[in-house]
């Protein structure tokens, strides 16, 4: 990082290491995009922070999130998102927030907690990073090894030549966790769903739902769902009314996005 960046850097953290410590208000960004990865068209990134109260009284304030620019004076790059917040003594909470990022070579996505006075009682960042290239294919699992064969049916399928383009122009991620917002899935043209949905929130499964309406491909694995419509009827369906009205490997169009579902990432059409 050059000197004036750093420097600059430095300045919003209060230069000293002690400032640091007497934070009113501790803040960490948990989030940030799908695993690091955002959308460098400028729509919203997912950004998390947990946000606690260190002090013996409790305390309201702002919470300010933005995308500065270390050799633009720490500017933002676009508008700030801002939160009202009021935590009891110790009281700890986690936050959700929109983010619009564009690619800055020396950007930082930056969290400052102010009072009403202005004054700063908070402050966290983390550094934005290259853009991606290519299309992101986000997989949330069951475990671990399901993403792995999920990797591998689309990866190690077709013959020498498609094996080469997939593997240059798609980027498959893990999640460790489902976004609670639609918008949250911004990066991703595609989603693929291979957990219980026993496991995912209301607003988890709204997001999904969400992202599948404005354009997004979502495919199912259904022997990883165990919902209703897989036989486990004390459960909630996802999408049920829509996975009714397709059979297996076939495309339905729900909204601007597509919908596929699959018995298994072991169904021979799976990965084309």
Request: charge should be neutral; include cysteine.
């Amino acid at each position: 990082m050059p000197p004036r960046s750093l420097l600059l850097l430095l300045l919003l953290f209060g230069l000293a290491p002690a400032t640091r410590g007497a934070d009113a208000v501790s803040l960490a960004i948990r989030r940030f995009g799908l695993e690091g990865i955002y959308d460098p068209r400028g729509e919203p990134t997912w950004v998390r922070i947990e946000i606690r109260n260190t002090t013996s009284g409790s305390l309201s304030f702002h919470l300010r999130v933005a995308e500065v620019d270390l050799q633009n004076g720490a500017l933002p790059v676009t508008e700030v998102s801002i939160l009202s917040v009021t935590l009891a003594p110790d009281e700890a909470r986690l936050a959700d927030l929109p983010v619009r990022v564009f690619p800055r070579e020396h950007a930082v996505i930056y969290a400052e907690a102010r009072n009403s006075s202005v004054a700063p009682l908070g402050r966290a960042a983390v550094r934005v990073g290259s853009q991606t290239e290519g299309q992101v294919v986000a997989m949330l699992c069951a475990r671990p090894e399901v993403c792995r064969e999920i990797r591998q049916s689309i990866l190690l399928s077709g013959s020498a030549d498609e094996q080469s383009r997939k593997s240059q122009t798609l980027r498959l991620i893990q999640l460790s966790e489902a976004p609670p917002a639609g918008w949250a899935y911004a990066p991703a043209s595609a989603v693929v769903l291979a957990t219980p949905v026993a496991v995912l929130s209301q607003e988890q499964r709204d997001a999904l739902e969400i992202f599948l309406r404005r354009g997004g491909l979502l495919v199912l694995d259904e022997s990883q769902l165990g919902d209703a419509l897989t036989g486990r009827a004390e459960l909630p369906s996802l999408l049920g009314a829509y996975r009714r009205r397709i059979p297996e490997g076939r495309v339905l169009h729900v909204g601007d996005g597509q919908l596929l579902r699959f018995k298994s990432v072991s169904s021979s059409d799976f990965s084309n």
